[in-house]
C-alpha cells in the first residue's frame, strides 16, 4: 500500500476554539492537495484543495496553509463544533499522475 | 447528483469465496479510484482508471485482487479467492479533470 496508519494522532480542542491540523507530504512533485474529513461509517468527505501555485486558501470557517518549501500543509478550522469530530486526512497528486495519496489521518476530539 | 454509489454496503463471506464490489461513479467523471481501509494501513490506493483504461494498479495486493471498468459508469472489484485478511472497508472515489475527488459510502467486507 502506500499509506500508513499504525498510530493516528488525536488532537482534543476545546469547542469553540480554533483547530489547527498538521500534514507532512515528502513528494516534491505533488502539485495538489485536498484535505479530507471522515465521519465513523462514512467515506472520506471533500473539505478543501489547494493547487500548488497558492500558499493560502479560505473556505467556509477552514482555512488550508501551504508550504512548499518544507512541504507542509496545514487545516486550520475555526470555531470548532461538536460536528467537527472526525477524522482529517490530507492528500496530494503528483503531477504527472491523477492518482491522490492519503496521509495516515488525525483524529480530532472536541471537549465541550 | 446521487453521488459515488457502491454496493453492497456490507458483505460477510467465507474464505475462499468469491467477493464481487461493484461501484458506479458519479456522471461525466473521468476518473475512478479503488481505496481499501484497514486500522493496521490506513487508506490505500488499489487501482485507478483513466477513461475506463487501468492506468496504475500498483497497488492490487495480490492477483487475487482484480478490477475491471467496461464503461463509464460502472466498475467493479473482484477478489478470489478471498481471505480472511481481506477483511476491510473497500472505497470508490470517481473525480474529473484531476480534482474534486468524491467518494462512496464504502463496503464493509469481513471474511470469515
Known amino acids: 500500500g502506500e499509506s500508513v496508519g499504525l498510530h493516528l494522532p488525536t488532537l482534543s480542542v476545546q469547542e469553540g476554539d480554533n483547530s489547527i491540523i498538521n500534514c507532512a507530504y515528502s513528494?516534491?512533485?505533488?502539485?495538489?492537495f485536498i484535505w479530507y474529513k471522515q465521519e465513523s461509517g462514512k467515506g472520506p468527505q471533500f473539505i478543501i484543495d489547494i493547487r500548488s501555485n497558492m500558499d493560502k486558501r479560505q473556505g467556509q470557517r477552514v482555512t488550508v496553509l501551504l508550504n512548499k518549501t518544507v512541504k507542509h500543509l496545514s487545516l486550520q478550522i475555526a470555531a470548532t463544533q461538536p460536528g467537527d469530530s472526525a477524522v482529517y486526512f490530507c492528500?496530494?497528486?503528483?503531477?504527472?499522475?491523477?492518482?491522490?495519496?492519503f496521509g495516515s489521518g488525525t483524529r480530532l476530539s472536541i471537549r465541550p | 447528483d446521487a453521488g459515488v454509489i457502491q454496493s453492497p454496503r456490507h458483505e460477510v463471506t467465507e474464505m475462499g469465496q468469491e467477493v464481487t464490489l461493484r461501484c458506479k461513479p458519479i456522471?461525466?467523471?473521468?476518473?475512478l479510484f479503488w481505496y481499501r481501509q484497514t486500522m493496521m494501513r490506513g487508506l490505500e490506493l488499489l487501482i485507478y482508471f483513466n477513461n475506463n483504461v487501468p492506468i496504475d494498479d500498483s497497488g492490487m495486493p495480490e492477483d487475487r485482487f482484480s478490477a475491471k471498468m467496461p464503461n463509464a459508469s460502472f466498475s467493479t472489484l473482484k477478489i478470489q479467492p478471498s481471505e480472511p485478511r481481506d477483511s476491510a472497508v473497500y472505497f470508490c472515489?470517481?473525480?474529473?479533470?484531476?480534482?474534486?475527488?468524491?467518494f462512496g459510502s464504502g463496503t464493509r467486507l469481513t471474511v470469515v
Open positions: 456522471s461525466g467523471h473521468n476518473s
Open positions: 492528500a496530494e497528486k503528483d503531477s504527472s499522475a491523477s492518482k491522490i495519496i
Open positions: 472515489a470517481s473525480g474529473r479533470g484531476g480534482a474534486g475527488y468524491t
Open positions: 513528494n516534491s512533485a505533488s502539485d495538489y
